[in-house]
C-alpha cells in the first residue's frame, strides 16, 4: 500500500471567537473556532474545528480542548450574532485665572483624535473607524519670574504642533509606547534649546512646568517635570507623579534651571477610569480621596464631567487657594454596539 505524500509549503492557523447566540444555540460549549488553512503540493484546503477554551479567568491562561458540536452546519460562514465593546474616550477641561494674579500663566492642550493604519485609502474603514487616542498637557508658568505666561503657552504650543506633526505617526505602531517615548523627549530638549534661546535673547530668565499624557486605547504615556500632578482615579485615587520640589523651590522645570529630563512612565487605564492632570493651584488645597469622590462612579456625560472639575476648583478656593487653577480630564468609557 502507497500513502501519498504531501509537501506542504504553507500553513496559516487563527483562532476566532464566535458570536454568544451561536455559543448559545450552535456550538454548545465552543466558544473559539480554530482554522487552519494548508497550502502543498496537491493543492490548497482548510478546515474549521470548534474548540472550547476554559482557565482563562482564573489563571490568566488557556487551554485549548476539542468539541463536537451537534450540528455540523454551524461552522464558519453562517451569520454571527454578538457584542463589540469600543472604548470610548470623554473629556473635559478647566482653566480659570484664580482670585489673586492679574493674568493667567497656565496653559493647557486637549487633542483628541483617532489613528487609522496607513494604506487603508489614506483614512479608517467607516465599519471601525479607527483606535482613539488623546494628548493631555498642562503647563503652570513659574510665579516668581517675568512672563510666565509666555513660557507655558510656548512649551504648550510646541509639543501640540508635535503631536501632530510627529507623534500620531508614532503612536501608530503596535508597541508605540517606547516609540513615542523617545521622540517627545527629543521635543522636550528641543523646547527647552528654544527657550534657552529666547532667555538670551531678551535678558530674561523664565521657566514653566510640563506634565504631558499621550492615551491610546486603554494605554497611556506619560512625561513629567515641575510640580504639576497626574492622577488616575478609579477604585482608588492614585497619583502618579512625584513634584520635583523641595526645601521650598522648584528644582525642575523647562527653561530658568539646568534642564534634566522629564520623568517617563507607561500603564494601562481600566474602564470608567478617569486620567486627570492638574497645576498645583488645583490640587493643592483638596483633601486627600476628594478626587475619587468627584469623578468615580457609573457613566458620566461630558457637561458632568466639567461641572465636577468647576465645583472641585471652587471648593479650593473656598479653603483659600488664590492661584491660577487648570485641569484636564480624560476618562474611559465601555460603549457596547451590537455587530
Known amino acids: 500500500m502507497v500513502l501519498p505524500v504531501l509537501f506542504v509549503k504553507k500553513c496559516v492557523f487563527s483562532l476566532t471567537r464566535t458570536g454568544e447566540k451561536a455559543y448559545n444555540k450552535k456550538y454548545k460549549n465552543s466558544r473559539w473556532i480554530l482554522s487552519a488553512s494548508v497550502r502543498s503540493c496537491r493543492g490548497f484546503f482548510s478546515v474549521a474545528i470548534p474548540v472550547d477554551v476554559v482557565g482563562k479567568k482564573k489563571r490568566g491562561r488557556f487551554a485549548v480542548g476539542m468539541a463536537c458540536p451537534r450540528d455540523r452546519s454551524a461552522l464558519p460562514g453562517g451569520p454571527r450574532v454578538g457584542r463589540r465593546v469600543d472604548m470610548a474616550h470623554m473629556t473635559a477641561w478647566y482653566w480659570d485665572r484664580g482670585n489673586f494674579r492679574e493674568t493667567n500663566e497656565d496653559s493647557f492642550s486637549l487633542q483628541r483624535v483617532r489613528l487609522c493604519k496607513k494604506g487603508v485609502f489614506g483614512g479608517c474603514r467607516k465599519d471601525k473607524g479607527g483606535t482613539p487616542a488623546a494628548l493631555l498637557l498642562v503647563c503652570d508658568g513659574i510665579g516668581g519670574m517675568p512672563k510666565g505666561e509666555i513660557a507655558s503657552g510656548f512649551a504648550a504650543e510646541r509639543l501640540t504642533e508635535w503631536f501632530y ?36 535673547r531678551e535678558k530674561v530668565c523664565i521657566g514653566t512646568t510640563c506634565t504631558m499624557a499621550l492615551v491610546k486605547g486603554l494605554g497611556f504615556l506619560l512625561l513629567h517635570t515641575g510640580d504639576s500632578r497626574a492622577y488616575l482615579i478609579g477604585r482608588r485615587e492614585r497619583r502618579l507623579t512625584q513634584d520635583h520640589y523641595s526645601g521650598g523651590a522648584l528644582r525642575r522645570c523647562l527653561g530658568a534651571f539646568c534642564h534634566q529630563g522629564p520623568d517617563v512612565l507607561w500603564g494601562r487605564m481600566g474602564k470608567k477610569e478617569t486620567l486627570l492632570l492638574c497645576t498645583d493651584g488645583f490640587y493643592r488645597a483638596l483633601p486627600e480621596g476628594f478626587l ?29 487657594e488664590k492661584d491660577n487653577q487648570t485641569a484636564v480630564l480624560l476618562r474611559q468609557e465601555g460603549r457596547g454596539q451590537d455587530g
Open 165 to 200: 506633526g510627529e507623534g500620531i505617526d508614532r503612536m501608530r505602531a503596535l508597541f508605540w509606547q517606547k516609540k513615542t517615548a523617545q521622540s517627545a523627549l527629543a521635543a522636550f530638549e528641543k523646547v527647552q534649546e528654544e527657550i534657552e534661546r529666547f532667555e538670551q
Open 292 to 320: 475619587k469622590g468627584c469623578f468615580y462612579g457609573d457613566r458620566q456625560e461630558e457637561g458632568n464631567c466639567y461641572k465636577r472639575l468647576k465645583g472641585a476648583a471652587n471648593f479650593g478656593k473656598a479653603q483659600g
